[in-house]
Every structure is written in structure tokens, then in C-alpha cells.
């Protein structure tokens, strides 16, 4: 399938025709350029830079391609044979927008109203979340008071007083939206043709499910559009979401309505009214992150339902790098923290470990979460083990893990065990850092995990291993390491040493030649070990 498009090629040849003389690059490391922008004279690539640096992606390209562009058909050729009734709800669409590029926004608008039927196109709701950017205010009011005389009304405008967030700015979308449907999007997209249909049919159906269209990447250098294949929403346990294939029960109905989904990924559709009932999005959660999580569990356990439409597209644009936030840990974290404490019960141990908090005394504050807790008991919400075992049993419980975090020698507390270079089987002892690849975790099993830990049964983790030879310790595949039988089990308690229950041997460590301490295998010395933090006293 050829994913180009006429627009984007036009673009590249006018710059071929008047720029033919060879120009210096003045950008070489910059990923804008690495498939892009060849013929660009000096000062054009210094205003593209500038502004994929602002946006983190081509806005250079974007504000001279035309705005009715056509992007190609990437639906499965079923789609097409589809038929839709007639009388179906109608539609708001809401655009979420910070300091969005002005052209994609403008783009974004006609693709929706070239391509929604204009009975079910209730209106284009565009909430602007404080942007600072001068021409998405003047500049923007304009444009939609032009495109409203010619459509009446269709166009409306929510502008926060302060920057509030994702989650607050998709209620306030919901809040001012009439239509009996509602879609709630990134700005930074195009719809695909028919959109609308498959989803508009569904709810009709079903006012308690809440859809997903499948998401095409829009590359964010050449703007052109990449097939992605329909994969369900997921997330693991730092609650940060993820592509997840179908089951293979599910395969055969890829191109039905009934491919469910534990999770949605942030662009969303729903019956308008059926959001409202079961609490929107929580507008407790900060900046970025763990809403759509959030919104997803909510779903599932207070009545409703996640599915992902194949025969809906959205071609959406994937930044370079995130410039309205360019760290995301420290929201992420207070977020799914607060996610934890509301919906997953006696599980929610389970993000302390995946971003390695201790269980108790954290630091951080989550916000007052009474109110969704007692919505939560006012919908009569379903346990999270309810949704681990009916709708997501390939996340894994940890129910075994009793200790977590760094893992200290007594002999050099300020050295920690380390996965070593990846790749690379080896261990080894580094300046305690305290990130992923010094992250290790003990099972009631025995068993070591060392650089982090998978939360899905259908991943396996590395494990410390004796390879019975050498002093030199090793990791390797948990799961084969189990059908090969190789020396993965340890007998260790806080405060005491780590002894393999083979060979007797005890991992430990040792100055070598280059004067360095190394970790080692031997005969036992009486070397103590101190893991992070404790689950439960072992």
C-alpha cells in the first residue's frame, strides 16, 4: 500500500525546482532532517527548526500543505462493504488543544466536516487549555467566525483562564457539548473517511460502550500517514498505556463490533449522557497522564464497556518529544498513584513497585480523593479483582514479590546491583542511581529479578543466575531458565546474605585487579545484603 501523499510530494518538488544548487545542512543531528527538508535553503531550515523544536513536529511543512488534503484509505477493504442505518445520533466533536500549531488545528476542522455527515455533525468544540501562542486567540477567533457564517453556530470555543490539564479540559469539552454523542480527540489530528459511522452505529446499540477508533500514525517530519493495525488498549503497571494485540479468540472478529479493550488510549467516544453518569474523567489527575487509564477501569467496573472500532480511523500525530512538558515522571507518578488509591483495592501495592516508591510515607500528594470514592460506591463499581480476572488476566499480579528496589552490599552502600550493558547478561556493581536498571525484585520462589520487572504474564523477566562455573554471576530468561532447570533459586532475609540453593555458592563481591569491587561468586563469607524496599518481612 503506498502511504504517500500527492500534498506532501508537492511540497518536497516545488522546494527541488527553485532550490537546485546543493545547501549546507545546518541541522544534521536534528530528527526533523533525517528524511526531510533536503533542499531547504539556510533560512528555511532555521525557521523549521525552530518551530519542530516548539511543536516536535513539522510545522514548517504543515502551514503550507493545503488544509482539505487527502490522506489515504487505510481501512481494511471490509470496511467499505459496511452500511450504516440512516438515523443515527448525532456527534459532538471536541478538540483538546495547548499551544497546538494554528494550521493543524485549521486542518483537523475541515477533515471533520468533510468527512462527517453534516445531519450527524452537531458541532466542532475546540477547548484551548491557556495557550500562549497570540495567533490561537485573535488569529483563530477569525477563522471561526468566517467558517461560522457559512455554518452557523457549528464552531464553538472554550478557553481555560488557567492551564488545567488534559482531564479537566475533556470535561470541559463534555460540559459544553450537545450533540447525543461525544468525541472527544486530540487537535492534532485528521479523521479518515467514514469515521463516524461505525462508531455513531455502535452507541446506538449500546449506550454503555465507550469506543476507540484505531489511530494511524502521522509521522512528525514528513506529515505522511502510516497504517496501524487495530490493537487493543493497555496499560501495564506504572498505569502508562500501551498497544496490546487482540487475543486470538478475538482475531476472527477484528472487523466486527466486538473486539473489547481493558483500556482506551485518550481519544475517546461516547453517548454524551452515559459519561456524565459515570463521572466523566477525574479532574483530580494533573497535567498528563493515567486519565485515560483511569476512565478505562472506571468503565469496566461501574457498568460499562471498552471496545475498539476497526472500521473507524484517525490519523494522529506522534511528536517528536512533548515541549509543553518535556518531564512527565513527576505527574505521571502523582496520577497513577491516585488511580491506585481509588480503583485497585488491595493490588494498588502494585504501582508503588512499578515506579519504585516505598508502600508507606511516599511524599507525594495525590490530591483529596473522597469524591471519587464515593462515586465509585454510588455506582456500585465492581472490585478491580473482578476486571484482573473477566477483563485483563495477561497483567500480571506480582503476588509473589516480597522485597523490591536497590540492592546494597554492606561492604559499598553506596554501589548498587546493576543489569550491566545491555545487551548483555552480565551483572555488575555501579554507583547506586536508583532507575530501571538497578531495580531489582524478590519472590517468595527465590527467585531475583534484576533491570525491572514485566507486568504481563505473557513477558518474562531476567533472572540471577550461578552458572556453576566462574566466579562471574549472570542473568538470563526467567521462563527458560525454569525448563532448563538452571541455578536461578536464592535463599535470602534482609540483612544477610544471598546464597544460591544449588551450588551453595553466595553472590557477593570482591576488589580485582583493576582495583574496582565486581560481583562474585563464592564460598560464603558472611556477606550482608540489604534490598530497598520490604512488602513483607522475609
Not at 140 to 157: A, H, M, R, S, T
Request: hydrophobic residues 35%; contains cysteine.
Amino acid at each position: 500500500i503506498f502511504y504517500g501523499m500527492i500534498a506532501v510530494r508537492e511540497a518536497v518538488v516545488e522546494h527541488k525546482i527553485t532550490n537546485k544548487t546543493e545547501v549546507k545542512k545546518l541541522y544534521p543531528k536534528s530528527p526533523l532532517f533525517k528524511s526531510w527538508g533536503t533542499e531547504l535553503t539556510e533560512e528555511e531550515q532555521m525557521e523549521a527548526e525552530r518551530q519542530f523544536q516548539q511543536f516536535g513536529y513539522n510545522v514548517f511543512l504543515s502551514n503550507r500543505l493545503p488544509l482539505n488534503r487527502t490522506i489515504p484509505d487505510t481501512r481494511d477493504i471490509r470496511c467499505a462493504t459496511k452500511s450504516y442505518p440512516k438515523d443515527l445520533p448525532t456527534i459532538s466533536v471536541i478538540l483538546i488543544y495547548f499551544n497546538e500549531a494554528l494550521s493543524v488545528i485549521k486542518r483537523a476542522i475541515h477533515s471533520i466536516t468533510d468527512k462527517t455527515p453534516a445531519h450527524l455533525l452537531k458541532e466542532i468544540i475546540l477547548v484551548d487549555d491557556y495557550s500562549s501562542f497570540e495567533d490561537l486567540q485573535l488569529a483563530l477567533d477569525e477563522y471561526i467566525d468566517l467558517f461560522n457564517k457559512d455554518n452557523p453556530g457549528l464552531i464553538k470555543k472554550v478557553r481555560h483562564k488557567r492551564h488545567m490539564g488534559l482531564a479537566k479540559a475533556r470535561v470541559s469539552g463534555w460540559e459544553a457539548a450537545t450533540g447525543q454523542v461525544v468525541a472527544i480527540l486530540d487537535a492534532h489530528i485528521e479523521v479518515h473517511k467514514e469515521w463516524a459511522e461505525p462508531l455513531l452505529a455502535r452507541i446506538k446499540a449500546d449506550r454503555t460502550v465507550v469506543l476507540s477508533p484505531v489511530f494511524d500514525k502521522v509521522l512528525f517530519d514528513t506529515l505522511e500517514v502510516k497504517k496501524y493495525n487495530a490493537c487493543a488498549h493497555a496499560f501495564d503497571w506504572n498505569l502508562w498505556c500501551m498497544y496490546e494485540s487482540f487475543r486470538p479468540e478475538c482475531s476472527t472478529y477484528a472487523f466486527s463490533f466486538l473486539v473489547r479493550s481493558p483500556s482506551v488510549m485518550g481519544i475517546l467516544v461516547a453517548e454524551r449522557q452515559f459519561l456524565g453518569e459515570i463521572g466523566v474523567l477525574d479532574e483530580g489527575m494533573t497535567i498528563y497522564g493515567g486519565e485515560n487509564v483511569e476512565l478505562g477501569i472506571r468503565v469496566w467496573l461501574c457498568g460499562g464497556s471498552i471496545e475498539v472500532v476497526p472500521c473507524s480511523k484517525i490519523a494522529h500525530i506522534e511528536r517528536a518529544h512533548k515541549p509543553y512538558s518535556p518531564d512527565l515522571r513527576k505527574p505521571m507518578i502523582r496520577n497513577a498513584l491516585r488511580v491506585a488509591e481509588i480503583w485497585l483495592d488491595e493490588y494498588k501495592s502494585n504501582v508503588n513497585i512499578a515506579w519504585n516508591l516505598p508502600l508507606k510515607n511516599h511524599g507525594i500528594d495525590i490530591g483529596d480523593v473522597s469524591e471519587r470514592k464515593q462515586l465509585r460506591n454510588k455506582l456500585k463499581c465492581k472490585p478491580f479483582k473482578w476486571y484482573l480476572e473477566n477483563v485483563y488476566p495477561l497483567l500480571d499480579t506480582w503476588k509473589d514479590i516480597i522485597g523490591y528496589g536497590a540492592l546494597n552490599n554492606d561492604l559499598k552502600e553506596k554501589f548498587c546491583v546493576d543489569q550491566g550493558p545491555v545487551p548483555g547478561s552480565v551483572p555488575i556493581l555501579y554507583g547506586c542511581h536508583y532507575y530501571k536498571p538497578q531495580h531489582c525484585y524478590y519472590n517468595r520462589n527465590g527467585e531475583i529479578y534484576i533491570g525491572g520487572i514485566k507486568s504481563h504474564t505473557y513477558n518474562s523477566n531476567r533472572c540471577l543466575m550461578d552458572p556453576g562455573s566462574g566466579k562471574t554471576p549472570a542473568l538470563h530468561d526467567c521462563k527458560n531458565a525454569k525448563v532448563k532447570g538452571l541455578s536461578i533459586y536464592w535463599d535470602f532475609s534482609q540483612g544477610n546474605a544471598i546464597k544460591n540453593r544449588n551450588t551453595n555458592r553466595c553472590l557477593e563481591i570482591g576488589q580485582g585487579e583493576d582495583s574496582y569491587y565486581h560481583l562474585i561468586l563464592q564460598t560464603c563469607t558472611g556477606q550482608k545484603w540489604t534490598i530497598q524496599h520490604v512488602i513483607k518481612d522475609f
